[in-house]
């Protein structure tokens, strides 16, 4: 079944909040979300994947911003931490796989996660970006087009009927 954008968000937020009760998540919605749909599938792992990196590279009791903004023509969505960060002149090589930036310590990974990310993100026909400051935080930004609905497709869509609590931000 259909549901809003943004509770898809709020329950995505909720999920990844569950695993790690030393970040905070802060979800916030900004406006309404005209009529539309995007792929689930799709959506929960580009999402799940860039909120999951922003809480693994960022310092205990830090925020995690989720913001939610919808254009006439596109859907935004930015995950901001206050984390490491990524070196300038590495920045260029975040999508490829197995990356893994200078100043990751004893962080592990597989530096397989964005690559992947940037695929689906592709297969969408969307753009994802990234800013980021050495020590002080990362943003990434993604914006993904609406594309028509196919009945036969109901149960993979995200639907963006506007919700009614879209203003309201959401804090875990
Ligand atoms: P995994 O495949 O398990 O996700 P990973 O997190 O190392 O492993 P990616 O998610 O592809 O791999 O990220 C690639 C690299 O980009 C990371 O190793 C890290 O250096 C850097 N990176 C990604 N997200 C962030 C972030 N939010 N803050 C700082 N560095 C990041
Ligand atoms: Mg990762």
């Given at each position: 079944t259909p549901i809003s954008l943004a509770q898809f968000c709020r329950q995505l937020v909720e999920e990844v909040q569950?695993?790690?009760?030393t970040h905070t998540i802060v979800f916030c919605a900004h406006n309404q979300c005209p009529n539309g749909c995007l792929d689930q599938q799709l959506l929960r792992h580009i999402l799940t994947n860039l909120l999951t990196n922003a809480i693994k590279y960022s310092p205990e009791s830090s925020l995690v911003q989720f913001d939610l903004i919808c254009e006439s023509q596109k859907v935004i969505f930015r995950i901001q931490d206050q984390g490491i960060g990524i070196p300038a002149n590495e920045q260029p090589e975040?999508?490829?796989?197995f990356f893994r930036a200078s100043?990751?310590?004893?962080?592990?990974?597989?530096?397989?996660g964005l690559s992947i990310v940037k695929k689906a993100v592709d297969l969408h026909g969307g753009q994802i970006e990234v800013e980021s400051r050495l020590g002080e935080g990362t943003t990434f930004t993604v914006k993904l087009p609406y594309s028509g609905c196919r009945l036969s497709d109901k149960d993979k869509l995200v639907s963006l009927h506007p919700s009614t609590t879209a203003t309201a931000p959401l804090l875990n």
């Open positions: 569950l695993t790690t009760s975040l999508f490829n796989s100043n990751v310590g004893s962080i592990s990974g597989t530096g397989l």
